[in-house]
């Protein structure tokens, strides 16, 4: 009864609530619906379907048995035997033979000449590649190029003179807004031809798959096997290649990323171009500026890149940039935050010479940088260098703010083990429960700057400390160097 009565009162609110907004506000709810998209799209589909394709790959992977060595409970006699009877049987004449192994994924033709994209993880370790088109007929793909950083893969397919290929074309991704109309064509599951809709429902997302996301999120239903097919905007332009869902049952719950076309575009044409992906470098290593750091230094609302490092020779070092300096826009635009910075750089051309603004010690400072090439060499000049732990000294003379610290004499960078080139201020012990432990500061790292001013003695940090609480200032900040001499920045407050 109960039960019936709040169905009842469901039924009768919806029936109230539909009343009082269609009579009350028609014209006001009609443009929100039809925003989303046309009544049909079965004309826009029709007029792009015959260039999207299905990918299906095939590789050779070893042959080994299907059955796992059982594992007996710990300490068990039988363990021994059963390790050495399944050894045996895996290196034995009884293993399987090679076999072929076969996926799916999707592309799309951007050039009539044969030219296909797609995600790099459809094709990756192919032995052949084909490609299927919506009529039923098949071409064989060669492989142009890939970048794994962002995920795209270059094919090239001869097409036939009684069939020629139909091009897309590319959208500007940065026009597209959240609440936008989307569409994705694909190969879910096999089922291929496959078309559906939904909206775009975020912008600039991180998922942590590589270090330029910036991925357009969107609830139009795409599964595995999308993967490397287009997502259009309303005119029929791609403005992303799907790429990426988040499920816990690997079917669509509406989360799907797509690479914007403005970062795929530039991959893509490097590729045809170079058959590689040729990137802008800087030379810095970059962390983000929180509410904490934008405070110590006097900036303002948080924003921009702070830069922690900079590669010797590098082009940031030969441009003058320090550590300390928050990058806030690169050839013109704006970075907004840490990770806008890397991809900003890695789209410019190479020898470009662009205009760089930092905050320098409060001040705007346009810097000109000449951009470099980024190597394989440059990328491990710039990877974070882990330091072994190591034992705290003698207890120092000088406390501060949860840290002793002491003078770095020869005794004790022989004994943390600290690269010539450091210099400043030994951390010889951190208090338990301090912020400087809970933000990493570890025995044995050096304070190299206080607020951007360099230190090398105890006192130094003292009346640095002193001069920032004068200026009503709440936190410092400490530029660390670790044993190898890798820097970051660590903004401790001053109440401590």
Known sequence: MAAARLKSYRLCLAATLGAFLTATAPAMIAPAWSAQGPDSIADLAEGLVDSVVNISTSQTVEGARGIPAPQAPEGSPFQEFFDEFFNKQKDGDTNAPPRKVQSLGSGFVIDASGIIITNNHVI????????????????????????????????????????????????????????????????????????????????????????????????????????????????????????????????SIGIGFAIPSDAAVHVVDQIRQYGETRRGWLGVRIQQVTDEIAESLGMGAARGALVAGVTEKGPAAEAGIEPGDVVISFDGKPIREMRDLPRQVADSDIDKVVDVVVIRKGKETTLKVKVGRLTEAAEKSEEKQSSAPVEPPKPAVTELLGLTFSELTPELRKQFSIAPEVKGVVVTAVSAGSSAGEKGIAIGEVIVEVSQEPVSLPADIATRIDALKKDGRRSALFLIANTAGELRFVPLKLDE
């Open 124 to 251: 990756e370790g192919a032995d052949e590649i084909i490609a299927n088109f919506s009529d039923g007929s098949k071409l064989t793909a060669t492989l142009v190029g890939r970048d794994e950083k962002t995920d795209i893969a270059v094919l090239q397919v001869k097409p036939t003179a009684a069939k020629p290929l139909k091009a897309l074309k590319f959208g500007d991704s940065e026009k597209m807004r959240v609440g936008d109309f989307v569409m994705a064509i694909g190969n879910p599951f096999g089922l291929g031809g496959t078309v559906t809709t939904g909206i775009v429902s975020a912008r600039n997302r991180d998922i942590n798959s590589g270090p330029y996301d910036n991925f357009i999120q969107t609830d139009a239903a795409i599964n595995r096997g999308n993967s490397g097919g287009p997502l259009f905007n309303q005119l029929g332009e791609i403005i992303g290649i799907n790429t990426a869902i988040i499920s816990p049952s690997g079917g």
